[in-house]
């Protein structure tokens, strides 16, 4: 849901749009900012009205965290390569890796991944000019598959303890979150965080398969958290200090 904005300040015109996202979990209003939209989080019951009137109240708060939004993504640097082609390194689980190409008898594009050697492409040897941006939906659509695996695993690793079962496990691309819980148990895990260290994936899983029991981020929430990962601060550090840069995507 998209609204705009308009409003006039001191003879200036201002103007931004902004989305709305009713949550079941939000116990208040709530402006969220980040590289691409600016979204209101608000529970079922609040009104459109109120809303609108909230981020009114909350205009200069909200150009200015814009701003600083816009600031930040210009030092901000990707873990990916700007192009992907042989010699170039890639990131996957916290590390970056040296990638091969080569042509081959091959119908589509293969990826294949050894640790000591890297990520071997085999390119169907009839293609012609630019080739960079196949390999990247290539590299893209293999890590989805890995990121599924790997999070299944910790499901069932963590899952069994407390007895937190999801209802179904969802890879999804997002741009602002990395996992979500929903109101049926399905867990959402963006799959960017296959990039990430393991041990940050593992604590993002964990951390939706804890509000399957607790729909808040209380106390009892966080012992929860605390009981399956003891050390799960640092995690959720790691994802503070380069989730920017992770975001960015390959």
Known sequence: ?????????????LAFDYQIRRSRRAKKTRIVVTGD?????????VTEQQIHGFVCAQQDWVREAVKKMQCRGETI????????G?????PFKGQHFLLSV?????????????RELGFSVQLPSQLDGETSELIRAALIKWMKEQARKEVTLY???????????????????????????GIHDDINMNWLLIIAPPAVMEYVVVHELCHIRHRNHSQD????????????RRHRNWLKQHGHSLMLGL
């Open 1 to 13: 849901m998209l609204k705009h904005l308009f409003t006039k300040k001191r003879g200036r015109p």
């Open 37 to 45: 939209k600016i979204e209101v989080v608000a529970p079922p019951k």
């Open 77 to 84: 640097k990707s873990m990916a390569p700007a192009h992907y």
């Open 86 to 90: 042989h010699g170039v390194k890639v």
């Open 102 to 114: 080569k042509p081959a008898s091959v119908r589509r594009t293969r990826i294949d991944f050894e």
């Open 155 to 181: 499901v069932e690793k963590h899952g069994q303890r407390h007895r937190l079962y999801p209802r179904s496990i969802r890879i999804k691309t997002q741009k602002s979150r990395w996992g979500s819980c």
């Open 221 to 232: 929430f966080w012992q929860l958290v605390e009981d399956h990962l003891p050390d799960y």
